[in-house]
């Protein structure tokens, strides 16, 4: 930013050099978050059973599926490897995505299952 000299009048006005700042950078997306109040159904609670597993999941996406931010939810889950279902994608989808956690629990679980 520069200031450049206002050819009416004394004033300086404030000359903008840097590139705009996306509009949509600036609006915090989880407002508009359909989930809200119901984190409970995006995270596994612990020693959750797989068939508990994909019932609570299948809600989640649910409303994932009719969110208006889904898309951006997703890929700042991508992005920030988080835990949980997130955009319709829960860690074992985005792990074979290539956007991989440390553990994914669904292939801990898989891998668990093979072993025994
Ligand atoms: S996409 Fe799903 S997890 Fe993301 S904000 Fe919307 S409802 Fe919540």
Not at 22 to 35: E, K, V, Y
Not at 86 to 95: A, K, T
Request: charged fraction near 30%; charge should be positive; aromatic fraction near 8%.
């Amino acid at each position: 930013m520069s200031l450049k000299e206002s050819p009416v009048s004394d004033l300086y006005l404030t000359e903008f050099s840097e590139p705009a700042t996306p509009i949509g950078s600036l609006i915090d997306w989880t407002q508009f978050a359909n989930c809200k109040g119901k984190t409970k159904l995006f995270f596994a609670p612990k020693a959750e059973r797989p068939q508990a597993r994909e019932r609570r999941e299948a809600k989640a996406k649910s409303l994932c599926n009719n969110c208006t931010v889904q898309e951006t939810c997703k890929e700042f889950a991508r992005n920030n490897h988080e835990y949980g279902l997130w955009g319709g994608e829960n860690e074992e989808e985005r792990h074979l995505a290539g956007y991989t956690i440390a553990a994914p629990i669904g292939v801990r679980s898989r891998a668990l299952r093979t072993a025994s």
